[in-house]
C-alpha cells in the first residue's frame, strides 16, 4: 500500500508514527524517551525510597511477628548490658585514678607545700636565733638554718615538675624562686654586720624578716592552699557517686527481668537459662558497684575525717608555734624599735597573737577550743594521736611561763638576762620551742600513716571491679542472646 503523503510504501516490520493532532495534544513518546523513563518532569514521575525509609518498614513489618520481636528484643537487651558494663568501667576506672591521686600526688604535694612553709618560717626563726647569739652562734644553729633553706630550695623543685594544671600553684612556685635568693642575701649582710659589731645588722635582719612575712610566708601559703584546695577535689572526685553506671545497672537489669516475665506468660516456662544466666550476671555487676563504691567512699571518708583535716590543722599549728618563736626572738632583736599603732611591742604583740591561735589565751590548763591544738585535739580520734597534742599543750604552757620571766627580765632592763631565757639552756623558751615542734612532728607522722592507710583500704575496694565489670557484661550480653536464639529456634 503507498503512503498518501508520499505515494511510496513504509519500510517492511514498522509501524506508522503518527504525527502531531489537530489539537496539538502532544506526541507519543517511544520505549527510549524521557517520559516514558520516568527521569522526565511528567506528573507521573517516581521518587526513588532512601534505604533508612526500607529499613524502618522492614523493622516495623518484622515487629508484627513473634521472631521479629524476639530479634529486637534480644538486641536491646545485648545493648544495655554492655552499656552497664562500659559505664562501670568507665566511671570506677575515673574514681579509682581520683583515689589514687590523693594518695600518690595530691596528698605528697600539698604536704610538701606546707614543709615548704615551715622550713621557710623555721629558716627565718632560727636566723632570728643566730642573730642574737652574735659571735656565740653555734655550728648547729647555722646548720639548721642552711637545711631549712636547702629543703625548701629542694621541695620548690619537687613542686614545679609535678604540679600541673593550676596556675595559682605555678605563679607562687616561680614567685619563691625568685624571693628566696634575695632573702638570704639580706640574711647574710645582716649576720656579717652584726658580727663587726654594727648596729645596721638589726636593720638588715628586720627586713629580712619583714620581706619573709609580707612575700614569700604569703607565697608559700598561696601554695599549701592552692594544692590543698586540689587535695580535696580528688576526695570529691573519688567519693562522688557513679550514678550513670548505677542507673544503667537498674535499668538494663529491669529490662532482663521484664524479658523473663514476657517469655513466662507466653511459654509458661519459669526460666529462660540464656536470660537467667544475663539478669545474675548484670546483678552481681550491680552489687558489686554499690558495695565496692560504698567501701571505697567509707575509706576516704575517714582518710579526709581523720587523716587530712587533722594534718590541715596541725600544719597550721606548727605555722604558728614559728611564727611565735620568731617573734619572740625578734622582740629582742629590735629592742622596742618597731612599735604598733598604740605604742606597743610590734613582735610582742605577734607572739601573743600567735600564742593565742596556738593554745588559747589561758597560761594553763586544757588547749582553748578554738585553738589550734584544741581543734587538733577534738579531731584525734586514737590516744596514739591524742597524746603528743597533750603534751605539745603542756609545753606550750610551759613555753608562755618561761616567756612571761624573759619579758619580766628584759623590762628591768637586764637584757643578758632576758636573752638567756630565750636563747640560752634547758630553760630556755627555745627549749620549749623544739619540744612543742617535735611533738607536733610526731602527730603530723601519725595522722600521715592513717590518711594512707584509710585512703588505701577505699582505693583496694575498688581492685577488680573493671575488669569483672567487663567480663560480666560481655557474659551477660552472650546470655541475652544465646537466651533469645533459643526460643527463636522453636520457630524453626
Known amino acids: 500500500m ?35 523513563s520516568g527521569t522526565g518532569a511528567g506528573a507521573g514521575a517516581v521518587r526513588r525510597r532512601t534505604a533508612w525509609a526500607d529499613g524502618v518498614d522492614q523493622l516495623r513489618a518484622a515487629a508484627t511477628t513473634e521472631p521479629g520481636r524476639l530479634r529486637i528484643i534480644g538486641a536491646v537487651l545485648a545493648f544495655l548490658v554492655v552499656a552497664f558494663g ?51 652562734e653555734t655550728q648547729a644553729t647555722r646548720n639548721r638554718y642552711e637545711a631549712d633553706i636547702a629543703m625548701a630550695a629542694r621541695l620548690l623543685a619537687k613542686a614545679a615538675s609535678n604540679t600541673s594544671g593550676s596556675d595559682t600553684a605555678a605563679r607562687q612556685i616561680g614567685k619563691l624562686n625568685s624571693l628566696l635568693p634575695r632573702y638570704t642575701g639580706l640574711v647574710e649582710t645582716a649576720r656579717t654586720n652584726n658580727r663587726q659589731g654594727l648596729p645596721l645588722g638589726g636593720a638588715y635582719l628586720r627586713y629580712a624578716n619583714a620581706q619573709m612575712r609580707g612575700e614569700l610566708l604569703p607565697a608559700a601559703r598561696e601554695l599549701y592552699v592552692a594544692e590543698t584546695a586540689h587535695l ?6 573519688a567519693k562522688a557517686w557513679p550514678w550513670l553506671a548505677l542507673s544503667a545497672g537498674v535499668v538494663a537489669l529491669g529490662a532482663l527481668v521484664w524479658a523473663q516475665r514476657r517469655n513466662y506468660r507466653r511459654t509458661n516456662r519459669v526460666f529462660n537459662h540464656g536470660l537467667l544466666a544475663a539478669t545474675t550476671a548484670s546483678a552481681v555487676v550491680l552489687l558489686w ?12 571518708n575517714t582518710s579526709y575525717e581523720d587523716g587530712a583535716r587533722s594534718l590541715n590543722v596541725l600544719n597550721e599549728a606548727r605555722i604558728d608555734a614559728l611564727q611565735a618563736r620568731g617573734d619572740e626572738n625578734l622582740t629582742l632583736v629590735a629592742r622596742g624599735a618597731v612599735v604598733t599603732k598604740d605604742q606597743q611591742d610590734f613582735y610582742e604583740v605577734g607572739y601573743r597573737t600567735g600564742m593565742k591561735d596556738l593554745a588559747g589565751a589561758g597560761r594553763s590548763g586544757a588547749a582553748a577550743a578554738d585553738s589550734k591544738l584544741g581543734s587538733a585535739l577534738a579531731l584525734a580520734d586514737d590516744d596514739a594521736g591524742r597524746r603528743p597534742v597533750q603534751e605539745a599543750v603542756e609545753t606550750v604552757r610551759q613555753w608562755q611561763a ?20 630565750v636563747i640560752g639552756g634547758g630553760a630556755a623558751t627555745g627549749q620549749s620551742f623544739d619540744r612543742v615542734d617535735t611533738q607536733l612532728a610526731g602527730a603530723l607522722d601519725h595522722e600521715q600513716r592513717q590518711l594512707r592507710q584509710a585512703a588505701d583500704d577505699g582505693r583496694g575496694a575498688l581492685t577488680g571491679l573493671v575488669t569483672g565489670a567487663v567480663v560480666l557484661a560481655l557474659l551477660g550480653a ?10 527463636l529456634s522453636e520457630y524453626r
Open 232 to 237: 580535696r577535689a580528688d576526695y570529691d572526685s
Open 86 to 136: 562500659a559505664a562501670t568501667a568507665w566511671q570506677v576506672t575515673d574514681r579509682a585514678a581520683a583515689a589514687r591521686d590523693v594518695v600518690e600526688r595530691s596528698q605528697p604535694l600539698s604536704a610538701d607545700a606546707a614543709d615548704i612553709y615551715r622550713s621557710l618560717a623555721d629558716a627565718d626563726t632560727t636566723a632570728a636565733s643566730g642573730f642574737l647569739a652574735g659571735g656565740k
Open 2 to 36: 503507498s503512503n498518501p503523503q508520499t505515494g511510496t510504501a513504509p519500510p517492511s516490520g514498522h509501524a506508522p508514527v503518527p504525527g502531531p493532532s489537530a489539537a496539538g495534544s502532544g506526541t507519543f513518546a517511544g520505549p527510549g524517551s524521557a517520559l516514558s
Open 478 to 487: 552472650t546470655g541475652a542472646v544465646l537466651g533469645i536464639g533459643r526460643r
Open 402 to 421: 618561761r616567756h612571761a620571766e624573759a619579758r619580766a627580765a628584759d623590762d628591768q632592763g637586764d637584757y643578758d638576762r632576758a636573752l638567756a631565757k
Open 289 to 300: 558497684l554499690a558495695v565496692g563504691h560504698s567501701v571505697a567512699r567509707a575509706g576516704l
